[in-house]
């Protein structure tokens, strides 16, 4: 599947913009705040609701206007196409597929699949957990209509067992929603741990690992890795003593492990921007197997933190990929390893767009 077609209607600092898409490769190129990163939210807001960066979530309207609007082509071959529509005003978000209303993103994501590489994945490796957590599950989103439902039954369980744990503290009582939380916990733990070893398939050959031989991301599901159920029955009494549940899907991880030894904090800036890359391009190849869609590529600033040398051999990794790519880049670096390449070129200045 491609993006064909994009406008773009007072979306933060783009006011007008029409451009037909290239299947192939498509170079953002402008200055700092020329509204690169606004383009790939254009087509984000359009395949799930979100911005790339969740900080730009906000004031996605432009400023002085009333609504801000995004619509988009996609094409999958074979004469079918499909245009999504997103309006976002003050009073919420709209969607629509060929006109029709769209109920939730996650059935939007499972039509217009797509993986993001930016500085946010980088730093998802080094923040909290939950940053983590997120980002499996919004490749879940992708590819699983079922997954939703699991984690809504999940969180539903959760809050009343940790209600009764607050309130009656009767045992009897958590015992139903216990079993509830470990029935949906088994489906969420399953998807993540297919998610991960995918993602170690494309570390196997990570650029780096002629430095860090071994790198893998290891994953802790949220409790010792037994049987969730006897975990939560032996700590009944801790779980009363702290009035919350402590183990489970909640509380994963996934950390990234050179030889078994924590090693997130090892590596320098552009190391980790290629292990991120890297990642994502394990998420890319697991929603292709599940989905038989080739998921949409978008590289923000693919300058930043990376030398030449390392940035040709990114390049070179993401071109050798199927699927439509979307790459930007600050106009004065323009970088002959993408630049060359690109099969189509975008220029954006404040308020103009060019082909
Ligand atoms: N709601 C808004 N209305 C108008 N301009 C905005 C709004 N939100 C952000 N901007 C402007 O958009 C620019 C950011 O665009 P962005 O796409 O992030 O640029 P780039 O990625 O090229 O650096 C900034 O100059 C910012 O001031
Ligand atoms: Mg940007």
Redesign the pocket.
Known sequence: MHFSYLKVDELRCIGRLRADLNPGVNLVVGK?GSG???FLDALNLTASGRTVNPLNARDVIRDGSQAARVAVSVDYGGNRTIDVLMVKSKSGTKITIDNKQVKSTSELAQQIPLICVNSEVSSILTSAPSARRALLDRVMFHVKRDYVASWIEYRRALNQRNGVLKGTRDRSQATFWTKRLVGAGSVIDACRKEIISKINESLVDSLIQQEFSGISLEYYPGWSGGSLLDELDRDWGKDLELGYTRAGVHRADARLKVDNKEFTRRLSRGQLKVVAAEIMLGLRRFILEKTRLQPVIMV??IHSELDSSMRGLLVDKILGLEGQKFF?AIDDVLHPEIFDRADMVFHVEREKFYA
């Open positions: 700092n690169k990163t606004t923000d600033d930007t």
